[in-house]
């Protein structure tokens, strides 16, 4: 009976909080609340991640070389294509800066990193850097950006389906890279593209070169050991990073129990619009991908390397109170995940093109014809 209460005690505790209330605290009260020893960026522990992150895909091709069986390719697939995700993290801690001091040694690893998982590191670390200095703005986000009512009325209606009904979202990460989201415009292999300022196109035109290498080097070894190899050994495990990638950094902006706004005009702020990203737990996943699913605390300081990123969200929650959503507690795999994602991309289809804080609303005519069909 008393764990009956407390429950609907929590539950009517989200629904009487306003997440779009200016918050009673400054950024710098959260600052304040965090260990300095958590600002430190130690780049040998930070590349032993990358050696043992390295050490396990290349263990994981000798053992699928070996096996080379029926039963074992699905687990490859599954195991490496986590592991290409992994890669992806610790190059996006090489953008962030969060790696080490050291630029130079930031930007080369980054490239290695990016480019062997097809990513352009320049391109995706500029735009990535306006992800974070714009969360939670309507316009100037660049991530899983909500569309506003008008470019989402002019969507054609296959346009509509494709990007909210699976499992075409899980797949969108490469079509963003070369497009970018309804309304956006540029590549970001382009170094004209307007992502970039006229001083980054030397950086994007360097990681345009190193994707291109890659890329040959993929035509290289199909050559060499046959396409259907080099699907089974690199294909399949490319498209699980991606649907990976676009899972978390969906679930880390979406699919939270209770609607959080986005902001536009004078109602936003770099605080309001990261207190909007939602930290989730992934199970066993979390230590292989390198906690980020910390993602409250990593979108309002990036320079926090990810190894301190859990003792940090512990220090900040009790300045962050109501606006810290404590995720989920999560199984060895984060299946609870699913009906999240889901559910999100069925509701969440535009925001109003009016009005500073705004909510996602529902297009209920978008899945008429699959309804209709189906009756």
């Keep these: 009976m008393g764990r009956e209460a407390e429950s609907f005690d929590w539950a009517k505790l989200l629904d009487d909080f306003d997440p779009s209330a200016p918050p009673p605290f400054r950024i710098a009260e959260i600052r304040s609340a965090i260990p300095k020893h958590c600002w430190v960026k130690n780049p040998w522990r930070s590349l032993s991640y990358v050696f043992r992150d390295v050490f396990v895909v290349f263990a994981l091709v000798a053992a699928a070389i070996y096996f080379n069986s029926l039963f074992f390719w699905p687990v490859y697939w ?83 389906r494709r990007r909210f009904s699976m499992p075409f979202p899980l797949f969108a990460y490469p079509f963003y890279l070369w497009y970018r989201s309804p309304g956006k415009q540029g590549s970001h292999f382009n170094p004209y593209s307007n992502l970039f300022t006229t001083h980054e196109r030397k950086h994007v035109k360097t990681s345009t ?64 619009g990261g207190l909007t990203t939602v930290d989730r737990d992934y199970g066993w996943i979390n230590n292989i991908h390198h906690d980020i699913g910390t993602h409250v605390i990593h979108h309002l300081f990036p320079q926090i390397p990810h190894y301190h990123l859990i003792e940090a969200t512990r220090a900040a929650k009790p300045v962050l109170g109501k606006y810290y959503r404590e995720p989920k507690k999560s199984g060895p795999i984060p299946f609870h995940l699913i009906k999240n994602l889901l559910k999100s991309i069925k509701q969440d289809h535009y925001v109003s093109d009016t009005g500073d804080i705004v909510f996602y609303q529902t297009d209920p005519q978008l899945y008429g014809y699959s309804q209709t069909k189906s009756e």
């Design 78 to 160: 599954a195991a490496q294509g986590t592991m290409f995700w992994a890669l992806f993290v610790l190059g996006h801690d090489c953008g962030h800066g969060s790696f080490s001091e050291n630029p130079k040694l930031n930007s080369f690893v980054g490239h290695v990193l990016h480019s062997s998982i097809l990513v352009p590191y320049h391109g995706w670390r500029i735009s990535h850097r306006t992800h974070h200095q714009n969360h939670g703005h309507v316009e100037n986000d660049e991530s899983w950006v909500p569309l506003p009512e008008k470019i989402y009325k002019n969507l054609d209606d296959s346009t509509k």
């Design 209 to 272: 070169v190193c994707w291109s290498m890659m890329v040959a080097l993929i035509l290289y070894l199909s050559i060499r050991i046959g396409p259907i190899q080099m699907l089974k050994l690199y294909g399949v495990p490319y498209w699980i990073f991606v649907m990976w990638l676009d899972i978390v950094t969906y679930l880390h902006h979406h699919a939270y129990e209770q609607k959080l706004p986005w902001y536009r005009g004078k109602e936003w702020s770099y605080l309001r």
